[in-house]
């Protein structure tokens, strides 16, 4: 019968018994405030560490690796097999190395001359302040043990922000919607809005100010990461309309009506220009 060589089917060459270990990736909440202060946070993982009884030699002597006999080093063998075409000679992994070409003669009892175990460990894990949303923090070193005992790989840490009652984050800047009475946004106010660590910042509203104005305050917002400076505060007025008022109230309001030159009407085109409904809502839409 002819023998046929060349067919083979399986993976070349040594693979080494001592390999790098996977990354690792966990998920971390924080507050609105975590993140403009930052914070130093504990937290416990469950990865592959190296055996403390073989100090990661994954032998009970501490000895080196020998060469496997089986495969003598070539982390391989050779098999006959029967096709149609007669018999083939297939190559495939050592079955007694897995393919590394050396063996452990006295494996350890507790890892059974992997070298590694599974243990959960706590690790200190450093916020930035000013870190945002979705931002991964890389603790190199601090992933899974490779097989083998081989260099860890790192542990990934992403953090994701909760909502918070009444401000909101976008890039450096936070945002926040006041509600205004219509009597203060007419003749001006002033508004404290809590910001952290006990801190408050005083919003001042001038007279005459209008529904869905915006009032800048600088260097109020969240710091900016790993650089100087803060971003600011945007404040969004909600002027509320008085309802259920009482015959005094309205009296006043019918007083201050007949005293105005201003009336209900439809808006022109030329509100634009003093920045009324029309140019909103041209805003909007893109036109």
């Known amino acids: 019968e002819a023998l046929l060589e060349g067919e083979v089917h399986a993976q070349q060459g ?12 966990l998920r971390m909440d924080l507050t609105l405030e ?5 914070v130093s946070r504990e937290v416990t993982v469950d990865t592959a560490v190296l055996c403390d009884v073989c100090d990661g030699t994954g032998s009970a002597s501490r000895s080196a690796p020998e060469t496997c006999p089986t495969c003598h080093g070539q982390g391989q063998v050779t098999e006959l097999q029967q096709s149609i075409l007669g018999r083939v000679q297939v190559a495939r992994p050592c079955h007694r190395c897995n393919g590394s070409g050396e063996v452990i003669t006295d494996p350890c009892e507790n890892c059974g001359g992997d070298a590694r175990v599974r243990a959960r460990r706590d690790i200190t894990v450093n916020v930035p302040a000013g870190i945002a949303d979705g931002m991964r923090i890389r603790l190199s070193g601090e992933g899974e043990v490779g097989p083998g005992g081989g260099p860890a790989g790192d542990l990934y ?3 994701r922000t909760l909502e918070h009652p009444y401000l909101v984050r976008d890039g450096d800047d936070l ?11 007419a003749l001006g106010t002033d508004v404290e809005v809590g910001l952290f660590q006990g801190e408050t910042t005083t919003v001042t509203l001038e007279p005459g100010t209008q529904p869905e104005a915006t009032v800048t305050v600088k260097d109020k917002g969240m710091p900016r990461l790993r650089r100087e400076g803060h971003g600011s505060l945007v404040t969004h007025v909600d002027v509320t309309v008085p309802t259920g008022l009482d015959h005094r109230q309205r009296e006043l309001l019918e007083e201050f009506r007949s005293s105005t030159k201003e009336s209900a ?6 509100d634009e220009r003093s920045g009324g409904l029309f140019s909103r809502i041209r805003h909007r839409f893109g036109r």
Do not use: I, K, Q, W
């Not at 009407?265 to 030329?270: F, K, L, W």
């Open 34 to 38: 975590e993140c403009f202060t930052g």
């Open 157 to 159: 840490v992403e953090t």
């Open 265 to 270: 009407g439809v808006s022109s085109r030329s």
């Open 14 to 25: 040594v693979v080494p018994r001592v390999r790098p270990g996977n990354d690792a990736l």
């Open 175 to 185: 945002h926040v919607t006041v509600r205004v009475p219509m009597a203060d946004a």
